[in-house]
Every structure is written in C-alpha cells, then in structure tokens.
C-alpha cells in the first residue's frame, strides 16, 4: 500500500496546479472518491491536500468483505479491492480464512499489502458472515455444513468450494491507538502467564491514555488455550467499561512487534487486539463509543448440584457431587440417570450440546495486588461417557464446593434473544436520531459478531439469523463476523442464564457464552455547531 501510495505521487504533483484552481469544495469532492491507495498519495501531494485528506477521514471507518473464490491469492485480491475502494487509513486488519488455506502464506501476503507495522491478527474461522464481493448481499457460511450438504445458492461459476474462502475487515478509529498484546505460555510446566499478559495491557493503555484501563479488547485464544481463568483476571483487573469480545478458540497468527520481549520457553497462547483512547487526540475528531449485546442459546434443566470431590485429568475433571433434597453423594453415571429421570431422556438427547453451569467465588488478584472475592458463572462442555465418577467436562478450574446445574442447547431463548437485539438496536438507531433535535450528531458506522457455530444453517429457522438484527436496522453499514467455538462477551450476564447472588447483593460474571451470539456495535456522536 505505501509503495503504490509513492508511484502515484508524482502524477498528482503533475496536476495539482490545474485541480487547485477548481475549489477547495470541488477538490474535496474529487479526493473523497479515490480509492484507497490513490487517496494515500494525495495526502502525499501538498499541505493542502493533506489538510482536506485528513478533514474527510475526522470520522472513524469499518471496511469488510467476503470472497469464496478457491485461490487464496485471487480470494486475497477481491476483498482487498472491495475494502480499498473508499478512502481509509488501516488502524487493524482482521482476517478469517477457510480451513482449505494455509495461515502463514495468508498473514504474509496481507502484510505485503497493509506493512507491517498494522496490527493484523487471521485465524481459521468455523464460518464467515459478511457481504459477498459477487453479489454484494450477505452471506452466513458455515464450513463444515457446506462440506457435508455440498451445495449453496450460487450459480456454478461462483460455487464455493466446502472449505475455501476468507473476510477481511480493516478498521480505521481517529482518537484510539491499536496494539496487539500477545499472552504467552511457558513450555516448562505448561501454564499460562496471565499476570504479565494483564500488566502488558496496563502498560500500553497507560501510555497512550489517562488510564491503565484500555476502551476494549478483541481477544481471539488458540483452540488449547483455556481462556477462563484469563477471563476471571481480565475481569478483576479493568475497569467495568472496558469491553472485552471474541473468539476463544481457533488456529491463529499474528505478527508482534519488535520491541515484544518474548519470554524464555514459552509459545503464545492468545491475543488481544487493545483500543486505548489517545490523550492526544485532535480536535474534532468524534467521539467513538462500543455497545455490547448478547443473545444466548442454552436453558437451565434440573435441581442444582453442589460438587463434592474433585479429580483432574490432564485438560478434564472428575467429580461427584450431591443435591439438597438427596444428601447421599452421587458417584459414577447417578448423576447422569438422575438428571435424566428429573428432566426426560428425549430432552436431554434431543439437545444439541450439553453444559454444566458452574458458579464459583474465586479470589483473584495480579502479581502482589490486594485479593478480591468474585463471582463467576462459567460453563464447562459435558461428556456423556464415564465409569466410577461424573462423566468428565472439557476442562479444568471446578473445585469442592462449587454448585452447578445442567444447560442444554436451546433455540427459544437464542430466538428470543436475538429479537431482542433487534428491538434494543432499533431504539439505538431512534436515539441516535433523536440527537439531531440536540444539536449532536451520532451514527452506528459498523458492527461485528461472533456466532456460535452451533447456530449455523436453518438451526433457529433462516441461514442468515445473525445478520438481521443489524442489517435490518442498519442497511448499508458495514456489517461483518464469523462462526466460533468459543464466544467471548464480558459482563455480568449471569442474570440471563438465571444466576444471582441477591443475597450479598454481587455480580455474577459470565464472559464465555456457549451456543451465543455477541454484537460489538460501534458509534460515534459530536456537536453539531449552532448557526
């Protein structure tokens, strides 16, 4: 991009004497037509074109496309041009690519294009949701059942293929400074260091804002990456208006800068995209603010268990636990056969997936700050094999104590919940209408989701459920997203999963999501000057 921007240089300095005596105003409009690289060399050009270039860039900028094209160069090439068709200045590069191509080959071909000194994280996504750079319509695509159904509603020569195809969405956020902040892992005995992954953060925010909070993050995890216990740090360790989303589990790549000090013997294990607010942000750049929105998909089935024993197997756990009305302890496949006769066999083996919702009080705390006592209600994927003890759930961090109950996958409060998206940013849109009256102007210029894949295909009745909220209420603005293993939302959403503590009047946490689907909504609002 910085070399196409220096080819084309000389040529606008060729004419610049003869645009210049059309107008400031015919000259805006001109420049605000340019494609990307063409608008990075008339910046180039004079002090008063850069002047104009950087007045038609003061609001912030979401660019995104889907190709399905089988080559990942000429796939690579048609969501470039799309996204570049516009004037912007790249802060970040997200891609998520088809399992068909190779990471490496995709993260060195898109920093030929964008540099390397953008922050630019791709994985292997479970499916893409965004526009199509054929049709210009959108799309939900989930790999794995295109692989098994083996068709789609294109016509032959745009049929993609079951595993190839890619989005790219490039952001640009005047007034916020992006970084990329690695989480890395010890290959001694494995763990994860979380405690300088936190204060990394701290120290990047704090660098470029008034606090050692950042404005967000994108998280995205690699598939063995146990995101929770970064997620209670996370939660212990920001402030409450720090947004945190993403994906918790897929092969990824990115590219860290050179002044990363990597630690002896460790690999990385996670990533996170940071927005910070600059202390130095010029006037008149607006204001960009992030909404948040969840829409679940599991319902709570049967008594609640309290965990009596615990085994740790590797990456899995063990464990018997009893329930109040039956103080005898359960052990072995009781626990199974009482949920079964409490519930029904054909619902429990009519669900998708099965959970177990955890609540747990953890004391956390980062290096040798004060403790904090927590809430969190996190959920571990249930295994219905097993032999003397609770079949085993996918993970660890369950301890003695702990009480749980049983979530099974559920469409009505995945439909439900995502109707109620749509209303909540139908009264955004009418809000931000409202402003004008105030003399404040405010507009949604992008949105991004991560879905479950789960919810794919027809599974809640229409293949594109996790556009509509948005597109309907937003046509025209960029909307883009992918299917995920792990969804990442921070907030105290136990409430949705009917968790409270009103006895000591706290927060229950719930930052992992299975069977969701979140929405990062971003915004921006300024005064409108009086005449």
Same mark, same amino acid.
């Given at each position: 991009m910085e070399r196409a921007a220096v080819e084309n240089l000389d040529f606008f300095r060729r004419i610049i004497y003869v645009i210049d005596d059309l107008g400031e105003a015919v000259i805006r409009n001109i420049l605000s037509r340019l494609p990307a690289k063409s608008f990075a060399s008339a910046a180039c050009v004079s002090r008063s074109w850069?002047?104009?270039?950087?007045?038609?860039?003061?609001?912030?900028?979401?660019?995104?496309?889907?190709?399905?094209?089988?080559?990942?160069?000429?796939?690579?090439?048609?969501?470039?041009?799309?996204?570049? &068709?516009?004037?912007?200045?790249?802060?970040?590069?997200?891609?998520?690519?088809?399992?068909?191509?190779?990471?490496?080959?995709?993260?060195?071909?898109?920093?030929?294009?964008f540099g390397s000194k953008i922050p630019i994280i791709i994985n292997v996504a479970e499916g893409v949701i965004g526009r199509d750079v054929r049709t210009d319509k959108f799309v939900e695509v989930q790999w794995a059942l295109l692989a098994a159904k083996k068709k789609y509603s294109w016509s032959t020569d745009t049929q993609p293929t079951a595993t190839c195809g890619m989005i790219l969405t490039v952001g640009f956020l005047p007034g916020l400074k992006v970084h990329l902040v690695p989480l890395f892992r010890s290959q001694g005995p494995q763990r994860l260091l979380v405690d300088k992954f936190v204060m990394d953060i701290r120290e990047v925010a704090s660098a470029f804002s008034h606090s050692s909070s950042p404005a967000g993050i994108m998280l995205f995890a690699d598939r063995k990456t146990n995101i929770l216990p970064v997620l209670q740090k996370t939660e212990y360790a920001f402030s409450k208006d720090t947004f945190i989303v993403g994906d918790g589990g897929s092969e990824l790549l990115f590219r860290i800068s050179e002044t990363t000090? &990597?630690?002896?013997?460790?690999?990385?294990?996670?990533?996170?995209?940071?927005?910070t607010r600059d202390i130095n942000k010029p006037l008149g750049i607006r204001e960009i603010q992030f909404h948040v929105m969840l829409s679940t998909g599991v319902t709570a089935v049967g008594p609640v268990y309290k965990v009596l024993s615990v085994e740790e197997h590797g990456t899995s756990t063990c464990f018997t636990a009893t329930r109040e009305t039956i103080p005898e302890p359960f052990e072995g496949e009781a626990i199974l056969h009482d949920i079964l006769d409490e519930v029904g066999e054909d619902i429990m083996f009519a669900a998708k997936a099965t959970y177990i919702g955890v609540t747990k009080s953890r004391s956390c705390s980062v290096g040798t700050e004060r403790a904090k006592l927590m809430q969190f209600h996190e959920f571990h994927k249930f295994e219905p094999v097993g032999d003397e003890a609770l079949p085993p759930v996918r993970s660890v961090g369950i301890n003695s104590g702990d009480p749980f109950r049983f979530y099974i996958s559920d469409k009505d409060p995945a439909l439900s919940t995502t109707y109620n998206i749509y209303y909540m940013l139908m009264d955004l849109k009418e809000d931000f209408n409202?402003?004008?009256?105030?003399?404040?102007?405010?507009?949604?210029?992008?949105?991004?989701?991560?879905?479950?894949?789960?919810?794919?295909?027809?599974?809640?009745?229409?293949?594109?459920?996790?556009?509509?909220?948005?597109?309907?209420?937003?046509?025209?603005?960029?909307?883009?997203?992918?299917?995920?293993?792990?969804?990442?939302?921070?907030?105290?959403?136990?409430?949705?999963?009917?968790?409270?503590?009103?006895?000591?009047?706290?927060?229950?946490?719930?930052?992992?999501?299975?069977?969701?689907?979140?929405?990062?909504? &971003?915004?921006?609002?300024?005064?409108?000057?009086e005449r």
């Amino acid at each position: 991009m910085e070399r196409a921007a220096v080819e084309n240089l000389d040529f606008f300095r060729r004419i610049i004497y003869v645009i210049d005596d059309l107008g400031e105003a015919v000259i805006r409009n001109i420049l605000s037509r340019l494609p990307a690289k063409s608008f990075a060399s008339a910046a180039c050009v004079s002090r008063s074109w850069n002047t104009i270039c950087n007045s038609i860039l003061s609001s912030p900028k979401l660019a995104s496309a889907v190709s399905f094209n089988p080559s990942l160069e000429k796939a690579l090439n048609e969501v470039v041009e799309k996204v570049l &068709m516009e004037p912007i200045r790249p802060h970040f590069v997200l891609a998520s690519i088809g399992p068909c191509f190779i990471l490496q080959a995709a993260l060195q071909r898109i920093e030929g294009i964008f540099g390397s000194k953008i922050p630019i994280i791709i994985n292997v996504a479970e499916g893409v949701i965004g526009r199509d750079v054929r049709t210009d319509k959108f799309v939900e695509v989930q790999w794995a059942l295109l692989a098994a159904k083996k068709k789609y509603s294109w016509s032959t020569d745009t049929q993609p293929t079951a595993t190839c195809g890619m989005i790219l969405t490039v952001g640009f956020l005047p007034g916020l400074k992006v970084h990329l902040v690695p989480l890395f892992r010890s290959q001694g005995p494995q763990r994860l260091l979380v405690d300088k992954f936190v204060m990394d953060i701290r120290e990047v925010a704090s660098a470029f804002s008034h606090s050692s909070s950042p404005a967000g993050i994108m998280l995205f995890a690699d598939r063995k990456t146990n995101i929770l216990p970064v997620l209670q740090k996370t939660e212990y360790a920001f402030s409450k208006d720090t947004f945190i989303v993403g994906d918790g589990g897929s092969e990824l790549l990115f590219r860290i800068s050179e002044t990363t000090t &990597m630690p002896p013997n460790s690999t990385f294990a996670a990533v996170a995209l940071l927005f910070t607010r600059d202390i130095n942000k010029p006037l008149g750049i607006r204001e960009i603010q992030f909404h948040v929105m969840l829409s679940t998909g599991v319902t709570a089935v049967g008594p609640v268990y309290k965990v009596l024993s615990v085994e740790e197997h590797g990456t899995s756990t063990c464990f018997t636990a009893t329930r109040e009305t039956i103080p005898e302890p359960f052990e072995g496949e009781a626990i199974l056969h009482d949920i079964l006769d409490e519930v029904g066999e054909d619902i429990m083996f009519a669900a998708k997936a099965t959970y177990i919702g955890v609540t747990k009080s953890r004391s956390c705390s980062v290096g040798t700050e004060r403790a904090k006592l927590m809430q969190f209600h996190e959920f571990h994927k249930f295994e219905p094999v097993g032999d003397e003890a609770l079949p085993p759930v996918r993970s660890v961090g369950i301890n003695s104590g702990d009480p749980f109950r049983f979530y099974i996958s559920d469409k009505d409060p995945a439909l439900s919940t995502t109707y109620n998206i749509y209303y909540m940013l139908m009264d955004l849109k009418e809000d931000f209408n409202n402003r004008i009256k105030k003399h404040e102007k405010a507009e949604v210029f992008g949105g991004i989701v991560f879905c479950c894949r789960g919810r794919g295909g027809n599974y809640l009745g229409s293949p594109d459920y996790a556009c509509f909220p948005f597109v309907d209420n937003f046509p025209g603005v960029t909307f883009a997203g992918t299917h995920t293993s792990a969804e990442i939302a921070r907030g105290c959403f136990g409430y949705l999963y009917g968790e409270s503590d009103q006895e000591n009047n706290a927060d229950i946490h719930c930052n992992l999501h299975p069977y969701g689907a979140l929405y990062l909504v &971003m915004s921006y609002h300024c005064p409108i000057p009086e005449r």
